[in-house]
């Protein structure tokens, strides 16, 4: 497992409140998505050129307590592992203090679209998930 750690804010929006006046299940996800997003823009924008994209293959997420309108949000991302094409994501949906609103894992894949298939992650990033 690596050390490598990533926190970013994340506004909750009106738009994303269900029915029921809390965050919607699904929107979870896209919180997942913008973290992601904001890492690899932030820290690997070189690689956001369209050469090579990064698939979510698996995405999993255990839901602790509702969000409501006026929490205040942050998405820790956090590498669980890294393997020759794809890498383990874990995240944790917090307060910035004792509140945890979900814990979440995706798997995502290297892929060339250019050659349809999965390839070797580029070294840049391999070696940042491995040695922060």
């Known amino acids: 497992m690596s050390d490598f750690k990533y926190t970013t804010t994340i506004e909750v929006r009106f738009s994303d409140l269900d029915a029921y006046g809390h965050v919607n299940n699904a929107v979870f996800f896209t919180?997942?998505?913008t973290a992601?997003?904001?890492l690899f823009q932030e820290?690997?924008?070189d690689f956001l050129d369209g050469q090579l994209t990064f698939l979510v293959t698996h995405a999993?997420?255990?839901?602790?307590l509702p969000i409501v309108l006026n929490d205040s949000l942050q998405?820790?991302?956090s590498v669980d592992q890294v393997?020759?094409?794809s890498f383990g994501f874990s995240y944790?949906?917090?307060d910035g203090n004792k509140k945890t609103f979900a814990e979440a894992k995706t798997v995502m894949v290297c892929?060339?679209?250019k050659k349809g298939k999965p390839v070797a992650i580029p070294a840049p990033i391999k070696t940042v998930f491995l040695n922060q």
């Open 92 to 94: 944790l949906i917090h």
């Open 43 to 45: 820290r690997f924008g």
């Open 31 to 33: 919180y997942l998505e």
């Open 60 to 64: 999993e997420c255990d839901y602790r």
């Open 83 to 85: 393997k020759r094409s």
């Open 111 to 113: 892929f060339d679209p």
């Open 36 to 38: 992601r997003i904001k």
């Open 75 to 77: 998405v820790t991302v």
